[in-house]
């Protein structure tokens, strides 16, 4: 198998490059390989799916083909787009630390907390590739997240705590 790198300069051996990794053969190829580790990752995401929208696409580059771990799933996302949100995709592919979630509402009283425990990551790209994995290091030191509760609104557990 050959496997081919190199940073984009005018000499004529970058040049000899491209016109091989371009090459109909070459390209049908790299989509080929694109296809089985794609089939590979969506058999694994099924197993391990109970619930949400995360999914595998494969997107075509000029060169490259890409297996890529998606999840758009609303809870994602922030109407704030300065501040960071949870990156559902990373999380199943490396994991996630724990952290404690602070509910509090309009006057900033504390209503309810509760723990979320670390989760090993499922590594469905890594072992759909062949690629050796990398166990991300937990971290010790707990983070602790505060969400604003509207008066009003109805209780995810039905009023029993």
Do not use: C
């Not at 989509?31 to 794609?38: D, H, L, P, S, V």
């Amino acid at each position: 198998m050959a496997k081919l790198y190199w940073p984009p300069k005018k000499d004529k051996k970058d040049r000899l490059h491209q016109l091989v990794a371009e090459l109909p053969g070459v390209q049908a190829e790299i989509w080929e390989r694109t296809f089985q580790i794609a089939a590979r990752a969506e058999a694994a995401l099924v197993q391990h799916r109970v619930e949400g929208v995360a999914k595998i696409d494969m997107l075509k580059g000029d060169i490259d083909g890409y297996v890529v771990l998606e999840d758009k799933a609303g809870s994602n996302q922030t109407p704030n787009k300065s501040k960071k949100y949870a990156n559902s995709a990373a999380s199943i592919e490396f994991g996630r630390s724990g952290y404690e979630v602070e509910m509090v509402n309009e006057r900033g009283q504390i209503v309810r907390t509760y723990e979320v425990s670390p989760a090993e990551g499922l590594h469905i790209l890594t072992e759909a590739a062949n690629l050796p994995k990398k166990q991300r290091a937990l971290r010790i030191k707990a983070r602790k997240i505060r969400v604003k509760v509207k008066s009003g609104s109805k209780k995810r557990n039905k009023g029993q705590d």
